[in-house]
Structure formats: structure tokens, C-alpha cells
């Protein structure tokens, strides 16, 4: 799988409580794939790519990734990306 942009929407999150939930969608060569993620301990600032590394690493639980059939591969420069001003 080929995933050639990341969007990450309709974040919430509390910087009291370190909790923050969205979701991470990745555009690929094999079409679209949306997660619905939550990760705890995250500061305002790393929210973005804590929901992201949480979307890996589901996506790698599953069958398919986890058993070697498929792997993930990036288009260059996708994963140093700043997320965008909304």
C-alpha cells in the first residue's frame, strides 16, 4: 500500500486531560482508508502525529499487514508533513 496523503479530522481533545481522539485518513494507490483513533498522554502540539502513529499501528494489526502480505510504503516526504492551519 502506497499512501500518498494523510488527513487527520474532527480531533478532540482536552490539554488538561492529555486525551485526544479523531480520524486519520490515508489516500493510497488502492484507494481510501478511514481510523477512528484515541491516544492519552499527548500534549497540544504532538496530538496530530500521536493520532497518526496510533492509525499505524492498526493498520499493521491487521491481517493482511501483520502477516507480511502487505506492506506500507510512503510517498516521499508524507510523514515529515506539518499538519495543515485548519
Do not use: W
Request: net charge negative.
Amino acid at each position: 500500500m502506497y499512501i500518498t496523503q494523510i488527513e487527520v479530522s474532527q480531533m478532540q481533545g482536552s490539554s488538561e486531560s492529555g486525551k485526544a481522539s479523531g480520524f486519520v485518513s490515508f489516500e493510497s494507490d488502492k484507494g481510501h482508508v478511514q481510523m477512528h483513533c484515541a491516544v492519552t498522554d499527548v500534549t497540544p502540539t504532538s496530538c496530530h502525529h500521536a493520532l497518526i502513529s496510533e492509525a499505524l499501528r492498526q493498520l499493521g494489526r491487521m491481517p493482511e499487514y501483520r502477516n507480511g502480505r502487505v506492506s506500507l510504503s510512503f510517498a516521499p516526504g508524507i510523514l515529515a508533513a506539518e499538519p495543515a492551519a485548519a
